[in-house]
């Protein structure tokens, strides 16, 4: 049984961990969050020591590790994302392996300063790729590895969730908090697709406003065309009737990949991975955290050359826009 320590337990994310640390068998012994509404903790682990303020979490940690001999396994990380740098650091610096979820960090060189804090520390740090265990993509990935060399593929992606008002008043909603949508909700499809198709060779970027992104990537092995959005209004008419709020699409060469069930689980197959050595450490995650870094800061060109049909509709305005 391993020792875990959750940093975000209030977060929309956190029950996934929470579950995943208690599926595989192991203990959480303490949490944090600025926020206490986290009573989903007595679900998995009510005797858990939780803290609302980080510098008294820190010194519950150092006080199990040497005055009652307990150390801390991993940290586990669900904060907002431009806090994971700071909380891995936290975490090897009080001897734990951390598990952080995507993305990462918010530019590469954060990377490149946290891998000398792994080789200080002797410590790894583990990020959540949940789409690479996913049995489609894992099938996928394989079916491209095993074809022909030198084909170039087709690819549109479209990723529809949609988000209230809420959405810009928090975090989510500050593009030097949150990265803005393409890494918000973007980079874990960036990652799958670099995985299973190889470097990026180019990165355009269509339309970036508030509420979407599109654009056009390169790859070793494929060409892809991108749309991502967070209004309700962009849904597909036959996805709204049913009530949904999200629609997620990957077509191959005009052909759908399906992979809109078997999510529920990837958090526990991630930690079993971990668990056993077998975890997408730091080095795996350069790919996906330079593109959305380059598309935060790449001017859009506008509706030309190679595009997602749905670049073309219509902007809306910003919910809190006066004009």
């Known amino acids: 049984m391993k020792n875990f320590a959750l940093i975000g337990a209030a977060g929309y994310i956190a029950p996934r961990h929470l579950k995943a640390i208690k599926d595989t068998g192991n203990n959480l012994i303490a949490a944090l969050d600025k926020f206490d509404s986290v009573g989903i903790m007595d679900s998995y682990f009510p005797n858990a020591d939780f803290f609302v303020e980080f510098e008294r979490f820190d010194r519950h940690i150092e006080k199990l590790r040497y005055e009652k001999g307990i150390d801390l396994d991993y940290t586990s990380i669900c904060t907002p994302n431009y806090l994971h740098d700071a909380h891995i650091r936290q975490a090897l610096r009080v001897g734990s392996d951390a598990i952080c979820e995507k993305p990462l960090v918010l530019n590469p060189w954060n990377i490149d300063a946290l891998s000398k804090i792994e080789e200080n520390t002797g410590r790894r740090i583990w990020n959540i790729l949940q789409l690479r265990v996913h049995p489609s993509i894992v099938a996928l990935k394989k079916k491209i590895d095993e074809g022909p060399k030198d084909k170039i593929y087709d690819i549109d992606l479209t990723y529809l969730t949609s988000r209230g008002h809420w959405y810009y ?4 909603g ?3 908090k949150s990265g803005g949508i393409a890494t918000n909700i973007g980079v874990h499809f960036y990652d799958m697709l670099t995985w299973i198709f190889g470097d990026v060779k180019s990165n355009q970027v269509h ?3 508030h509420d979407r992104a599109a654009g056009f990537l390169q790859l ?6 991108w749309f991502l959005s967070i209004n309700e209004n962009m849904l597909p008419a036959k996805i709204a009737e049913k009530g949904q709020r999200t629609y997620r699409s990957i077509a191959i060469e005009g052909e759908e990949l399906e992979f809109s069930g078997g999510f529920t689980d990837l958090h526990c197959v991630s930690y079993e991975n971990i668990l056993a050595g077998n975890g997408f450490g730091i080095e795996e995650t350069h790919n996906a955290i330079s593109i959305v870094h380059d598309i935060r800061h790449i001017k859009p060109i506008g509706i030309k050359g190679d595009y997602h049909p749905m670049a073309k509709e219509m902007l809306s305005k910003h919910p809190f826009s006066t004009r």
């Open 169 to 172: 008043t928090s975090w989510k």
């Open 174 to 176: 500050d593009i030097e």
């Open 207 to 209: 339309i970036h406003s």
């Open 220 to 225: 070793e092995k494929a060409n892809v065309r």
